[in-house]
């Protein structure tokens, strides 16, 4: 049976190989505005992005802002430059 190929949560691409991408950014996990809102499991919780995406959510938005506005797939995809980043991603 042929295995499967990884999608990005993001681009829903087929791809080699995805990253893990915390949906809080690991460098803010002590900080004590995340440690009140958040319980382990939240800080802990990831999406598979290819390399292309993941690169991009990093380039675009840092990562106080990633964790505080940006923690779900739900509001990473309606992040209007990620939007029209993917969608120049899935032409190619």
């Not at 996990?29 to 292309?52: A, G, M, S, V, Y």
């Not at 380039?59 to 106080?64: F, G, N, R, V």
């Amino acid at each position: 049976m042929a295995q499967s190929q990884p999608k990005c949560a993001l681009c829903q691409r087929e791809v080699d190989r995805t990253t893990r991408h915390h949906l809080i950014p690991r460098t803010v996990h002590r900080n004590k505005w995340f440690k009140k809102r958040f319980n382990k499991q939240e800080l802990d919780q990831t999406i598979d992005l290819c390399i292309p995406c993941h690169k991009q959510v990093h380039l675009l938005i840092d990562h106080k802002k990633l964790g505080r506005e940006f923690n779900t797939l739900e509001k990473l995809q309606a992040h209007e430059a990620i939007q029209t980043f993917v969608a120049w991603l899935q032409k190619r």
